[in-house]
């Protein structure tokens, strides 16, 4: 009770002043919670807005097309989360008229809706006891009580669970819930935590021992993927050829160019040479214009990209699966970022 009555006095004093605090709407913390989960604090704000004046409510953001969730997710990256977001939305109209649940055993059946979810939603909003755990929290516990278990590794999970459930405050669960979480993100930081300033460092075990910079464990297990995306700029200088993503790879069903995938990196004056270029355009492909992308990373893949102005022979039948789209008209389609950042620099600077 001490660790939780130190941390709820040390939030009241420093906590951020954020738009999804101080409300038990549901709808609006769930809002918050997904973006958080996604992106930080100061980057998610505008797109918390930018949700909320579109979507007020749960049964308004039920009626949205994905391609206009798409759309403003943009450039948060991890695209299912957002099509997830549409699917819990859809589901909260169905079953429950649009009034968004508060209790955890409801939440946690509705899809896209993880325990950490449905904990942070139902403490927040009806102050129901139920302990978040998130990476902040595992970090705190960790470090406070000298836990030096992976927190990656399956077996963990347990642990940080029962230790979080074992030190919640039952009385105000919501409240000690923002107050651990918002102590991880401001002081007990992943790096260079104020520890001078910390108000339970007498009773930190990673404090007393020096063992603040080895915890949390963390099992280096990711393996990254390295790919090569070779994309093909076709414009008439009023449209431009598109490409509709399909389901099962990243960026499922948001729009990019057309593109040929290698296994390594390959010069354009030899890409257009590949069967599979001129399956798609032809012979007489001729190279315009080349740029090449800074490496963009994802979670598990490091995207190795380069942009090719070509032209093709004239009468060239354009391959069905692409789409022109008005450069005019750009800015209305849900886009991975590095192809949003490429047109906008190209078309817009
Ligand atoms: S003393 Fe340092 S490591 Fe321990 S809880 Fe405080 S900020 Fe975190």
Redesign the pocket.
């Known amino acids: 009770m001490i660790f939780s009555n130190e941390l709820t006095h040390w939030y009241h004093k420093n906590k951020r002043s954020l738009p999804w605090r101080d409300t038990t709407d549901a709808y609006v913390i769930w809002l918050s919670e997904i973006i958080l989960q996604q992106t930080r604090v100061e980057q998610g704000l505008p797109y918390f807005h930018r949700f909320l004046d579109r979507f007020p409510d749960v049964k308004a953001f039920a009626a949205a097309d994905e391609d206009e969730i798409l759309k403003l997710w943009q450039g948060l990256g991890y695209y299912s989360r957002g099509r997830n977001m549409l699917k819990t939305a859809r589901q909260v109209a169905d079953l429950y008229q649009g009034v968004f649940p508060v209790s955890y055993e409801q939440l946690i059946k509705l899809k896209g809706i993880g325990q950490y979810t449905a904990a942070a939603i139902s403490s927040f909003a009806s102050n129901e006891a139920q302990a978040v755990v998130d990476g902040n929290v595992y970090r705190?516990l960790s470090?406070?009580f000298g836990i030096d278990e992976p927190i990656n590794a399956a077996r963990s999970k347990k642990i940080f669970q029962e230790l979080a459930d074992a030190v919640l405050d039952r009385e105000n669960p919501g409240l000690h819930n923002q107050a651990l979480m918002e102590f991880g993100a401001m002081?007990?930081k992943p790096k260079n935590?104020?520890?001078g300033i910390?108000p339970?460092?007498l009773s930190?075990i990673?404090?007393r021992d020096d063992k603040?910079t080895r915890l949390p464990v963390k099992l280096k297990t990711i393996k990254i993927k390295e790919r090569y995306f070779n994309y093909f700029l076709i414009s008439d200088g009023y449209t431009i050829l598109m490409n509709k993503r399909g389901e099962n790879d990243i960026w499922a069903n948001m729009f990019d160019l057309p593109m040929l995938e290698t296994a390594g990196r390959v010069p354009a004056s030899d890409l257009i040479h590949m069967p599979e270029a001129k399956e798609l355009f032809g012979d007489a492909i001729e190279v315009t214009d080349c740029w090449t992308a800074k490496k963009h990373i994802l979670t598990h893949q490091h995207i190795y990209a380069q942009f090719i102005r070509i032209a093709l022979p004239p009468g060239r039948a354009i391959p069905p699966k692409y789409r022109r789209v008005e450069l005019a008209g750009l800015d209305k389609i849900a886009m991975p970022k590095i192809i949003y950042s490429f047109l906008n620099n190209l078309y817009n600077a």
Request: include cysteine.
């Open positions: 705190v470090r406070f002081l007990c935590p104020d520890c910390c339970i460092r930190c990673a404090y603040v």
